[in-house]
DNA sequence: AGAATGCTTCGACTACCATCGAACCATGGA
DNA sequence: TCCATGGTTCGATGGTAGTCGAAGCATTCT
């Protein structure tokens, strides 16, 4: 009667709906912040907390403190397996309901990733940037390349006064759409600002979702993907 | 938030102990009673009925009646694919058990998923299909190769007449002990049969083990894994 | 340094559910 | 018809786990 790997204590853990609606959340291969998974979750903030605990506990989710976040983030793909495993089951047990949704495509396009600029957007710009040596990537760290300093001084941002804080200028950030790096750190906050004063983007309230307008598309297009 | 099939209600079904010892005892394929599962999950007759209508509630199982005694079986492959993947996920947090017991060994070496071969043996066979193009992997599907209607005609499995049916010729099934794919779908259980049938392995009843004769552990090797 | 934000820990409360004994149905055999 | 056996239902009990408010760390921004 016992034999092979504690399956239920696997299965419960997944059992729990607070605990389910972050593993879901996070199907897509993205990582959220403790917050974001308890809104998602419909839970208060410890109680969130307890869940990651224990879904931390059972290696279901790995965790990455960046700042004062801590982005939580599926194991591996076998645990999104066995979530779509689960799934298949349920789909025939219960009655799905399908919600295509506007607002992931947006988010996926472009959001706020707490300071600065993430989704497709981010990450295409990220690239030019290392393409053209604005900046360059040395191991884990990046920093400002040749022709960095000249380029942003050329658009109004003066990166000379970016450094002198403990924050670091120019810092990886990892995409959860795209799997891929976007640029965070006091240089991407700036290229955020410039976004939004130079209203070339508005939020709407409550989403992380940035909204180019047309022209203000076009404008970060010849800019920054040039 | 809620969005998508209710997974959180079929795990929690799954992540009670006595359910979870009762549909691993049933992941042979077999049918047992319910007092065979009340004694195989630990807990009392009126203990696991409730645990069986729930299970039944959910669309894990399925009942046949025959006279007075009730056979409780796996729903299907769905479900039994299902109770692998999450075996998977558990293997690799669990608590290791200390020592891989005899009975364990065997285990990984050849044993019964649901209605197909699973373990080392499966895996290396596996293997050796993708190799010489007998099956192809294309993209997450997988299919039967340019080699394959011949090669399995040869050895007296006809092909042609597995793909008729909605469920799939082919499909790949992760394998717990060993962490890559192995063969299921109706080729997988036509396999399995073959061997059974050429009394090449025997299945100690009351277990998932499938126990290879040393001549027919020959045969399966010189025709599966050349 | 001080304030603000993100997150975790602690403690108390509550609700759910697994559990079993006893009684209750159903089938099969004398 | 009367028992015997396999299963299910009922009622009461107990343990466990989810929940949140308040307080405590940690980090960052001013």
Redesign the interface.
Known sequence: ?????????????????A???M??ALMDGGALTASELA????VSLPTASSHLAKLMD???LTVASQGRHRYYALAGT??A??????????????P??A?PGPRDKSMREARVCYDHLAGDHAVAMFDRFVAEKIIVRDDEEIRLGPAGQGFFAAIGIDTSGLGNSRRPMCRACLDWSVRRSHLAGSLGTAILDKILTEKWARRPSGSRVVEFTPPGRKAFETLFLA
């Not at 009667?1 to 709906?17: C, F, N, Q, T, W």
């Not at 809104?39 to 419909?42: K, V």
């Open positions: 009667m016992k034999e092979g790997p504690d399956i239920a204590r696997i299965a419960s853990l997944v059992g729990d709906p605990r389910a609606n593993l879901t809104l998602e979750a419909g059972g290696k279901l076998e645990v397996n066995m979530i779509e495993a689960i799934s298949g089951v349920a789909a025939h047990s219960g799905r309901r919600r």
